[in-house]
């Protein structure tokens, strides 16, 4: 259980450690879109949002989690899961250069830097690739790589291969916004794809917001392992966040 717990409240994580290393660019490229490219990421400063998230993995289907999460563009990322009648049994806090865990059905937790995240998850990890991959915003391919862009009606395909992976994005021009992501790596043939989708303008703006992520996991021969989310409400600038987080006494640090 507490694995899934982790698996849930670090969505993005899972993603990225469904593949081999390097499947996103590891430096910063929060709100770097290329002009040639039809889609645009999301704009606020803070965010919050509240849905549900269910994960099934070796045939196994764990009670649906209640997530909420917040976020201060390009600084923090907050996510509180609980499972009923239980309540809260995990809490992140995520910001540039930091990483603190706390898992309340195993009381530990964990506080230090990505490293702890890359270790775990056998992949590199930055703060812009959890972000993105939350909101399902571009990922641009790392510097010295040249996409090959296609346009058909409505929809417009970004490909590249950076290392050994080969990465494709499916863009709807008429929203401005990615609806699919597909990771795979040529070695080992794992490989995910997110589908992102019930897409709704954001209250007060114009911006595209989707509402439902389904993940696709599947690391070699293994079965396919899905996460989706579904969102009921996403707010932007409504108010100013707060991102509390403490440990309870007695909780155990893990390394």
């Not at 994005?169 to 490989?191: G, H, K, P, Y």
């Not at 996460?227 to 309870?248: C, G, H, M, T, W």
Request: hydrophobic share 40%; aromatic share 8%; net charge positive.
């Amino acid at each position: 259980m507490s694995r899934r717990i982790e698996l849930v409240l670090l969505l993005a994580l899972f993603l990225l450690g469904s593949c081999a290393r390097k499947a996103v660019p590891t430096k910063s490229t929060s709100g770097k879109v290329a002009p040639e490219v039809g889609a645009s990421n999301v704009d606020f400063r803070y965010l919050t949002a509240k849905g549900k998230a269910q994960i099934e993995a070796n045939g196994e289907k764990p009670p649906t989690v209640n997530i909420t999460l917040r976020m201060r563009k390009d600084s923090i990322i907050w996510i509180s899961a609980s499972v009923s009648p239980i309540g809260e049994v995990g809490r992140v806090f995520i910001t540039r250069d930091s990483v603190k865990l706390l898992n309340r059905l195993q009381k530990e937790y964990y506080s230090g830097n990505f490293s702890y995240l890359s270790k775990r998850f056998n992949v590199p990890v930055t703060f812009e690739q959890v972000q993105a991959l939350l909101l399902g915003n571009y990922l641009p391919a790392a510097p010295g790589v040249t996409p090959a862009i296609n346009t058909s009606g409505d929809l417009q395909t970004v490909h590249y291969e950076q290392v050994n992976l080969i990465i494709e994005q499916l863009i709807a021009l008429s929203r401005a916004r990615m609806q699919q992501l597909t990771v795979r790596d040529r070695e080992t043939d794992n490989n995910f794809k997110v589908d992102y989708s019930d897409f709704r303008p954001l209250e007060a703006t114009t911006q595209q917001f989707a509402y439902s992520v389904l993940v696709k996991a599947q690391q070699a021969k293994l079965p396919v392992s899905t996460v989706s989310i579904n969102y009921r409400n996403v707010d932007v600038d409504k108010e100013r966040l707060a991102f509390p987080f403490s440990v309870p006494s007695g909780y155990a640090r893990k390394k």
